[in-house]
């Protein structure tokens, strides 16, 4: 039945976060993209999607509003694998879907145009450096593989000309433009870049950097580190807003990709089942897309290692077989290489993973996932010191990643290695806290503690491990974590024996 855009957007959200509630703030944030709306436009929007499902405001048995707090959908949510009727209705590579403005184009990944900065104040000397950071973004982000890079030759011809949004998406096709200002007065160099999406015209992602002129080529190094790591990020929370405003029958295999994301993200088991739905159907509109294979293997990945599901032996050759399907077909794709790394992890390899990882590493610098499962790798082997070095590089190129809670989990664990208790607690507790973090990370959390003589903090994190998952074990905590460290292991079995881990 026709429903209009916002309508289905918001529908979809509550929806696909039905195990909460939503409020206000959030849903504006998510549907409206943070712009200033009335609380009249939200009841309408609502109202719509009430009437589209036969419900009212008095019966709410579909949308319940939670007066001064927000909105939950309380009707019965099951996920389920799309139809192959309807894969085959959307499954032509060349079949062309309306995206937010109306106009059609074809599914293919995103694109950028970078173009060379624009210079403010005097040069002297260090004019060429606002051409030299879009060079070198263009060249870093050339290594992401999931992004459609302009080359320089044709965006750096509009150098001298101001151009809007919608004449830069009509010349070059780009999606995404990334510009900035380099300010230069006395000895003080400042950056500002901004990323903006040129078919909505909105602005994405603006960061600015500063410091002194003599520390020139730290800060050109850090803008360039910090906008690919930044836009590994904000571009698909962008992707996917799109797509949430477009019906399931439009959606192309890019489409697709970016809303298993948001789902993959969250870990839990009812998100990872919808991101694994959304992969496999991007597989099957785009047999080559190896990122798309990449994320299926992640989703089995995570099934294997939190023990989602009865079969974790398939899980264990799902995560394997769909990594190496991606290598095949991108073998220069470093989320392809991370995940064929981890693979290896499942099947009692680490050793053979830690080579795919480093590949990850060397197709891009600025990935932090392969620094954070390269320190996480290092932790198992035993090895403190060195995954102290990848895991504050991990970190520092991504703070706000979906992994930070492992992150910085991982940070604690490696300060364990050392031999420093205190850092190693307040490691543990900050990755426990963190957005994601799943009872295994909680029961780090509390042994570490526990190892730490703070009862207290580890009687806390202990009840929300089993609170997460009832199930706990030793068994299954060194089956995640198989620590070389013999030391480690011992201490970590009196703690969660200590505090009431049953043996299986």
């Known amino acids: 039945?026709?429903?209009?855009?916002?309508?289905?957007?918001?529908?979809?959200?509550?929806?696909?976060?039905?195990?909460?509630?939503?409020?206000?703030?959030?849903?504006?944030?998510?549907?409206?993209?943070?712009?200033?709306?009335?609380?009249?436009?939200?009841?309408?929007?609502?109202?719509?999607?009430?009437?589209?499902?036969?419900?009212?405001?008095?019966?709410?048995?579909?949308?319940?509003?939670?007066?001064?707090?927000?909105?939950?959908?309380?009707?019965?949510?099951?996920?389920?694998?799309?139809?192959?009727?309807?894969?085959?209705?959307?499954?032509?590579?060349?079949?062309?879907?309306?995206?937010?403005?109306?106009?059609?184009?074809?599914?293919?990944?995103?694109?950028?145009?970078?173009?060379?900065?624009?210079?403010?104040?005097?040069?002297?000397?260090?004019?060429?450096?606002?051409?030299?950071?879009?060079?070198?973004?263009?060249?870093?982000?050339?290594?992401?593989?999931?992004?459609?890079?302009?080359?320089?030759?044709?965006?750096?011809?509009?150098?001298?000309?101001?151009?809007?949004?919608?004449?830069?998406?009509?010349?070059?096709?780009?999606?995404?433009?990334?510009?900035?200002?380099?300010?230069?007065?006395?000895?003080?160099?400042?950056?500002?870049?901004?990323?903006?999406?040129?078919?909505?015209e909105h602005v994405v992602l603006s960061e600015r950097l500063s410091g002194k002129i003599d520390d020139v080529h730290q800060i050109r190094d850090d803008v360039v580190r910090l906008v690919t790591s930044a836009l590994e990020l904000h571009i698909p929370q962008n992707e996917a807003a799109l797509a949430r405003l477009r019906t399931p029958e439009s959606l192309d295999a890019w489409s697709c990709f970016h809303l298993g994301l948001q789902h993959m993200y969250r870990f839990n088991s009812a998100d990872n089942v919808a991101a694994g739905t959304y992969f496999r159907r991007a597989v099957e509109l785009d047999p080559h897309f190896a990122r798309a294979y990449a994320a299926r293997s992640f989703t089995s990945f995570q099934a294997a290692f939190l023990r989602y599901g009865s079969d974790r032996t398939a899980n264990i050759e799902d995560a394997r077989r769909f990594a190496e399907k991606s290598v095949e077909l991108d073998p220069m794709d470093p989320f392809g290489n991370f995940n064929y790394g981890r693979a290896h992890w499942l099947r009692g390899d680490p050793a053979a993973g830690q080579a795919w990882l480093e590949r990850s590493m060397s197709l891009s610098p600025s990935f932090a996932q392969g620094f954070y499962a390269h320190g996480w790798a290092d932790v198992m082997g035993g090895q403190g010191a060195p995954a102290l070095a990848n895991l504050n590089t991990a970190v520092s190129l991504s703070p706000l990643d979906p992994f930070l809670y492992a992150m910085q989990s991982a940070t604690g664990l490696a300060y364990l290695h050392i031999e420093d208790l205190e850092k190693a607690a307040y490691w543990a507790d900050q990755g426990a806290r963190k957005p994601g973090a799943h009872y295994l990370i909680a029961a780090i959390?509390?042994?570490?503690?526990?190892?730490?003589?703070?009862?207290?903090?580890?009687?806390?994190?202990?009840?929300?491990?089993?609170?997460?998952?009832?199930?706990?074990?030793?068994?299954?905590?060194?089956?995640?974590?198989?620590?070389?460290?013999?030391?480690?292991?011992?201490?970590?079995?009196?703690?969660?024996?200590?505090?009431?881990?049953?043996?299986?």
């Open 445 to 504: 959390a509390a042994s570490i503690h526990d190892m730490a003589g703070n009862d207290d903090a580890a009687a806390y994190w202990s009840n929300q491990a089993f609170a997460r998952r009832p199930d706990a074990s030793i068994d299954k905590f060194f089956a995640a974590f198989p620590f070389v460290s013999e030391p480690v292991r011992t201490s970590f079995r009196k703690s969660l024996t200590k505090l009431a881990f049953p043996e299986k």
């Open 1 to 200: 039945m026709p429903l209009e855009r916002r309508a289905f957007a918001a529908l979809s959200y509550l929806v696909e976060n039905s195990d909460r509630l939503i409020s206000k703030d959030e849903l504006v944030e998510k549907i409206w993209d943070g712009r200033i709306v009335t609380d009249a436009a939200i009841s309408t929007v609502i109202k719509t999607v009430r009437k589209a499902l036969g419900d009212d405001g008095s019966n709410q048995k579909y949308i319940r509003t939670v007066h001064g707090r927000g909105f939950r959908f309380v009707g019965k949510v099951e996920y389920r694998t799309l139809k192959a009727a309807t894969v085959e209705a959307v499954s032509s590579p060349v079949e062309n879907v309306a995206d937010e403005t109306g106009q059609n184009h074809a599914a293919e990944r995103p694109s950028i145009a970078v173009l060379p900065f624009k210079l403010i104040g005097s040069s002297d000397g260090y004019g060429a450096i606002a051409d030299a950071v879009p060079s070198e973004l263009i060249s870093t982000l050339s290594r992401l593989r999931w992004l459609k890079v302009i080359a320089r030759g044709t965006t750096f011809r509009f150098r001298e000309i101001e151009l809007d949004l919608e004449t830069i998406r009509n010349s070059i096709g780009a999606a995404y433009l990334l510009s900035g200002d380099v300010e230069l007065f006395g000895s003080s160099l400042a950056i500002t870049v901004e990323l903006s999406d040129t078919r909505t």
